[in-house]
């Protein structure tokens, strides 16, 4: 796609049916990576509520963490909110992944392989803001499944708030609003600017990196071995006191007095430092990165496979 984002497709193919095939390869690349990592995932967001004020007991280690929700909670405990989670793909990754293209198109014209590195970091974090901003309620509601029963072990809930996706729908509405399904909206979108600057910039630069220095194909299995890997360490690297701030918002609940622990995310990330420390705001970072990396490697190979094997070619 050095000419553009759509060279190699047949130039008679009408622009929609372009991204709707893109779209659908995005969800279930994303769908892939998502199921094979999500435990991680689930685990990391309960270190990072981990520590808060309130809560007592035994401090875990990332292992220890899982084991304990296994213990407790049991195998499925380890998937508690994946519907939403899978939902969340769908739109978030679907427009950050294609709508990076033609961001990066607009910042800095059809030669993609030789935007600079501003441009890219522009396009990233516009795709993945955009993206966030439309999947927050989905996001939301994963966040509140996974921490519902850590409040239960804590005695602070009887039992679960929702049963599935759209019995959480339907509570969070009632009892909150459509305002209700935007709580934690702006660390949410803050984390995945971070995030797609770390992950879409550095798997684009890193990619066009690895082809003119080691003189592998675009095409080339190692080559998206290579960029996925650098994109999750720096996309963590990036994103982790965003994601802490995103977990505990996301998750709260009003106090006895009505009122609620964190207001924003720098009163959260203040709040968090002056209680726990500044590495606090790095709770899950080697969690949150042992999940990214595999989520990059799984999602980017899918996606350029089945973009190769669909005619499109590979991302440039």
């Known amino acids: 796609m050095g000419a553009g984002p759509d060279l190699n497709v047949n130039p008679n193919t009408p622009k ?7 779209f659908c390869l995005t969800s279930v690349s994303s769908m892939c990576a998502e199921g ?3 435990p991680i995932d689930f685990t990391k967001t309960r270190l990072q509520l981990q520590g808060e004020a309130g809560f007592t007991g035994t401090k875990f280690s990332f292992f220890g963490m899982m084991g304990n929700i296994v213990k407790t909670e049991g195998m499925s405990g380890l998937y508690s909110g ?9 739109p978030y990754t679907g427009f950050r992944a294609i709508g990076y293209e033609y961001i990066r198109a607009f910042f800095c014209g059809k030669d993609a392989t030789s935007a600079p590195f501003y441009a890219k970091a522009l396009a990233g974090m516009t795709a993945g803001a955009i993206g966030q901003a439309i999947a927050v309620p989905c996001d939301l509601i994963k966040v509140r499944m996974q921490g519902d029963g850590r409040l239960v072990a804590a005695g602070k809930l009887d039992k679960p708030r929702y ?10 509405k009632a009892e909150e609003g459509y305002i209700g399904f935007y709580k934690g909206a702006t660390p949410a979108i803050q984390r995945a600017a971070l995030v797609n600057l770390g992950e879409l910039t550095t798997y684009d630069s890193a990619k066009n990196a690895i082809v003119d220095n080691m003189g592998l ?5 190692r080559c998206h071995l290579l960029s996925a890997f650098c994109s999750g360490f720096v996309a ?17 609940k009003p106090g006895p007095n009505g009122e609620l622990m964190y207001k924003g995310t720098f009163h959260c990330w203040m709040k968090t430092v002056n209680e726990e420390g500044f590495f606090a705001l790095y709770k899950g970072f080697f969690p949150g990165w ?3 990396a595999p989520w990059q490697l799984v999602f980017w190979v899918t996606y350029e496979r089945l973009r190769i094997l669909s005619g499109l070619g590979s991302f440039k």
């Open 163 to 172: 049963t599935g996706l759209m019995d959480a729908f339907v509570k969070i």
């Open 217 to 221: 194909s675009r095409d080339d299995l």
């Open 236 to 252: 963590s690297l990036c994103s982790t006191p965003a994601d802490v701030a995103k977990s505990r918002i996301m998750n709260q």
């Open 36 to 38: 094979a990592t999500y």
């Open 82 to 90: 994946f519907t939403p989670a899978l939902a969340r793909h769908i």
């Open 290 to 292: 042992f999940r990214l």
């Open 16 to 22: 929609v049916l372009v991204l709707g095939y893109k």
